[in-house]
């Protein structure tokens, strides 16, 4: 899995040096411009904002004092046709079949997308469904695996348009396609849909005629959909880790589906594959934020384990300085995908080693041999105890309560650890956890989600949806926990009673809370809806 072509062994001659210590180089790509704004309590993006806090700070009805087994539990259901991976999202008041209502949308490895009433559990039927074609089936040791709605799509609140990306299968043939689905009724919008293709110019070992291009066979869509300025962004890692194959940064216009834009992390070389653990691209007014995983690096373009920002057709890149004993050992940089930390001119993200890096977000520092670019860096697990992948305390999710009481605190729950807060002073943040919790949380760690009013003391909840057991190819009997997120006392959890049982756990997705309710995707074909009895 790990061999193959070695642009660092291989290619690098005279030039490296001057390759590393330039931090912006040319990129064919587009310009980015800011967001639209968070609307309040609706929930139109994976981690609640471009921000990715994975933060609601609107939250006015759940509290530390009601979330409990007697005022707090499951309330229903919502039946769905296959597995879901990506993040619910929730939009207020939508108004369908001529009734306002609260809607919470649903995508499935089957390539479905449903729209359900988000709050009253009589109404049980979908509001819409769509099916946006076959999907792959892909066996595994256990049982077979659909794949077809992977990641978390993104919905334009100003147009009342979902973006989703569905692997469809014509005739044995992987596509990938853009659709701009109407909230309203599910139907197709802006010239869909969008079968997603390029190329760009290279010398990989796929390249053909000195043009390397885009291999769906071969690629998972992984990361959740980005949205911002009329610009939608879909991102690819490996399906298979199959050599050669590439990441890729694709964009598209919101009103036509035209392609504006198109970047391969590897054009001379192999892997780098954007997967993030399904979270989605940041993005502020000085461009969008990503990192890489395993792969080639080197002159002419190839960026792996590295944290990359495009702006105004360039881009800035971090590498950090053991970015080769990553590669050769699978303890990809980008287990978990990056946080600008609001208020801040700063970037946040680490991945399977533990060590978490903070950045500055303008002049990301290219490469230095002792990472002294960075702004702080530490590690915050046990790390890896051997060269093994699956030695390491990995970090996949963390949340950022940014007006939490006294002092912002970023949480993580990683592979194998304990749930742990710090605090953030204005510059740095302080590496010994202000608080903790003993609950340990197996593969792949807790999946960590913030709800609060504000900084209002009292009402910040820490959820989590984590396992007990390591999961077996994925599928583990999940937990849905509660914690106060001053103290990191537990209030809560889905085991206490036997009814509020969470199902099978979804991989990499975090819950989403908002307008007094939980919505927590499964891997047992169903939403669940918690909120007070």
């Keep these: 899995m790990r061999q193959g072509y070695d642009c660092k062994t291989s290619c690098w001659g005279r030039g490296v040096g001057a390759f590393f210590h330039r931090s912006l180089l040319p990129l064919a790509w587009i310009t980015v411009l800011v967001a639209p704004a968070l609307a309040q309590k609706s929930v139109w993006t994976a981690q609640y904002n471009n921000d990715r806090t994975a933060a609601n700070i609107y939250e006015t009805t759940l509290t530390s004092s009601n979330v409990n087994t007697k005022q707090f539990g499951l309330l229903f259901s919502r039946q769905v046709d296959g597995f879901i991976f990506a993040q619910p999202l929730f939009m207020p008041a939508v108004t369908i079949q001529g009734v306002a209502r609260n809607v919470v949308y649903v995508a499935t490895m089957n390539n479905s997308v449903y729209a359900f009433d988000a ?158 653990s399904g979270r989605g691209i940041a993005q502020d007014s000085n461009g969008i934020y990503l990192m890489t995983g395993d792969g080639d690096t080197g002159p002419g373009g190839d960026l792996s384990d590295a944290f990359v920002r495009i702006f105004n057709q360039q881009f800035d890149y971090f590498l950090p300085a053991n970015y080769q004993t990553l590669d050769s050992n699978d303890w990809d940089l980008n287990a978990a995908g990056p946080m600008l930390l609001p208020n801040t001119g700063l970037l946040l993200g680490g991945g399977k080693t533990g060590t978490l890096f903070v950045l500055n977000r303008t002049n990301l520092g290219g490469y230095m041999s002792g990472n002294t670019q960075v702004v702080q860096s530490w590690q915050a697990t046990a790390g890896c105890t051997s060269s093994q992948y699956n030695s390491c305390n990995e970090i996949h999710h963390y949340a950022y309560w940014y007006d939490a009481p006294g002092a912002p605190r970023l949480y993580l729950c990683a592979k194998n650890e304990t749930l742990k807060a710090f605090e953030f002073t204005g510059k740095r943040f302080n590496t010994t956890p202000v608080a903790q919790n003993v609950a340990v949380a197996n593969s792949p760690g807790g999946q960590l989600a913030l709800s609060a009013n504000g900084g209002k003391p009292g009402t910040g909840i820490l959820w989590a949806a984590m396992t007990n057991a390591a999961a077996p190819n994925g599928m583990a009997a999940g937990i849905l926990r509660a914690f106060d997120a001053v103290s990191l006392r537990e209030l809560w959890n889905s085991n206490l009673v036997s009814t509020d049982n969470a199902g099978l756990l979804a991989k990499y997705c975090l819950p989403t809370v908002t307008n007094g309710k939980v919505y927590l995707a499964t891997l047992s074909n169903q939403l669940n809806v918690y909120g007070l009895r």
């Design 119 to 276: 709050d009253h559990p009589a109404d049980s039927a979908p509001l819409w469904h769509v099916n946006l074609g076959p999907v792959l089936m892909r066996p595994g040791s256990l049982y077979t695996w659909e794949i077809g709605i992977l990641s978390t799509p993104v919905i334009d609140t100003s147009t009342n348009t979902m973006y989703v990306c569905a692997l469809v299968t014509d005739l044995g043939v992987n596509v990938y396609v853009l659709h701009a689905l109407d909230i309203t009724t599910g139907r197709e919008r802006a010239r869909g849909p969008k079968v997603i293709t390029g190329s760009v110019p290279g010398s990989a070992p796929d390249a053909v005629d000195g043009m390397v291009t885009f291999d769906p066979s071969n690629l998972l869509q992984r990361p959740a959909l980005s949205l911002f300025n009329g610009i939608v962004s879909v991102a690819f890692g490996t399906l298979n880790d199959k050599l050669p194959y590439h990441g890729w940064l694709m964009s598209y216009d919101t009103k036509t589906l035209e392609q504006t834009g198109i970047w391969c992390t590897t054009p001379n070389g192999t892997k780098g594959g954007i997967w993030m």
